[in-house]
């Protein structure tokens, strides 16, 4: 294919395929792991991913009034934690002279969140309250089926549809014949009665039977729970937040642990490598009774953070209700930091706004509070950008920085939270037991499984070696068992 078409592919398409496995294995996920198919696909993908620019999308090339009238965007989560692809039909309208820009739009939403959380999957949203005959566009609803099947691999996890029109069956019923059996299985249609089945309500808004009060607008660019300003009255958790006297006392028990890790932490002064060793061994005396430990580091421009993507907590039977988030900075600069979260009446982080020195690591203690408990739909955003060596890191200067820094400097890691139901040694890595975490998509079911059955071969393997080894011992002791008796009846013969 490459031969034949390289100059219809985009060159860093091509770059990314041959250095990122989790793009090619989501492609060999999504066609079952027949080659030819993938490949039939990646061609397919490459060549649509040219055609409409898609790695230079961007809010600036496309016309502002898209952004404006909310037909598309990304918000909330459903009950299994995936983010929601909303498509408020009753906003869209055929035009065939919008059409590209349109459906560019979408490549463009895709893309932006591809890139952002990694390929995680979504669920598609299609809002039909208040539609007619006049919203129906199935060239449209196609492109968007065919982004899902055709472009963008194993990235689709269900679709719901919200009170569908009768008069749009007919429609609908063509729809289905573009879908394969694998994306058919995934149409939930669903009416206010049961569309929380899969989403719960704080994430729906009122005409759906939910109580989320978010308000579409534009600017900013609507793509996560971290809209607020960079300031300090948006919803960032503070370890100077109003504390009852019960949570004051329940922290002061920790005070002192939490004084050694910084005194401690202030300390680290060593090089980059040193630090990689050290985060490495166990740092039990500095830890929070119940932190796990980091497994996987998400290596940025200016912080390392370790987890790389989710922290775990403990359900209400488990009772773990602490995490550790560690930073390292790998500048030559200081770097302040700033940590917000989609639930900040849930969690406090100590420190949550603060500075890490150059070359030192930082311990990031978040923690649930009062009677609350962590769920699969809560975010936590970690903020960071270097500062000039003159800047005092003080609360003051922080907050006067946080207001001038520009968004372009501003260097932002998510991580999500996932809950654990039964408790299991903190000290285990995914190296000693790759089924500790639960699986928790189709990607992970896959991976286990291609896992089990390569062990699988390697014992079918075996026990055909095994086997044929006892078939040779067999034969060979038949041969000499002849051998002897025919020698026997020899050594007769000359007797007689």
Known sequence: YFLDKSDKYDSRDVERLQ???????????????????????????????????????SESVLPKWLFEIGA????????????????RVKH??????????????????????????????????????????????????????????????????????????????????????????DAISMLKFTNKSDVQEYISGEYLPPHMGGTDSFKYSYPPLVDDDFQTPLCENGPITSEDEH????????????????????????KKMNSIEQISKSEETEKTEVKPKNAKKALTTFKGSLLHISPAEELYFGSK???????????????????????????????????SNSSCEPGTSLDIIVSLHGGFAASLQDRFLIMAAEMD???????????QF??????????????????????????LTLKDNAFNIPAKTNEDLHIQLTHLLQINKRLEEQMNRCLWFQQLSVVLSLLSVTVAAFCFYLASAQRS
């Open 92 to 181: 869209h309208t055929r035009d065939p002279k919008q059409q590209l820009d349109k459906k560019k739009l979408v490549a463009f939403w895709l893309e932006h969140y591809a890139k952002r959380d990694h390929g995680k999957p979504l669920t598609v949203v299609f809002d039909m309250a208040e539609t007619g005959i006049s919203h129906i566009d199935l060239d449209f609803v196609r492109f968007i089926v065919n982004c899902f099947t055709d472009y963008y691999p194993n990235f689709l996890t269900k679709i719901v549809i919200f009170e569908m029109p009768w008069i749009m069956n007919a429609a609908f019923k063509i729809v289905k014949g573009w879908l394969g059996p």
């Open 402 to 427: 946080w207001k001038e820094v520009p968004r372009t400097k501003v260097m932002e890691h998510r991580l999500r939270c996932h809950v654990i139901e039964s408790s299991k040694p903190s000290s």
């Open 389 to 399: 060596q003159s800047s005092g890191a003080g609360v003051p200067e922080l907050t």
């Open 243 to 266: 504390e009852s006297k019960e949570e004051i006392d329940a922290d002061t028990k920790e005070t002192g642990e939490l004084n050694e890790a910084q005194n401690l932490n202030q």
């Open 72 to 87: 598309l965007f990304l918000h909330g989560y459903d009950k299994e934690g995936y983010k929601l692809f909303w498509f």
């Open 19 to 57: 250095q990122d496995d989790k793009w090619v294995e989501n492609y060999l996920i999504w066609r079952h792991d027949v080659v030819d198919d993938t490949l039939k696909m990646i061609d397919e993908s490459f060549q649509w991913r040219k055609e409409y620019t898609v790695n230079d999308l």
């Open 317 to 351: 039977e488990t009772g773990e209700k602490k995490c550790l988030i560690v930073l390292t900075n790998v500048t030559k600069n200081v770097v302040a930091f700033k940590v917000r979260t989609t639930a900040p009446e849930k969690y406090r982080v100590k420190p």
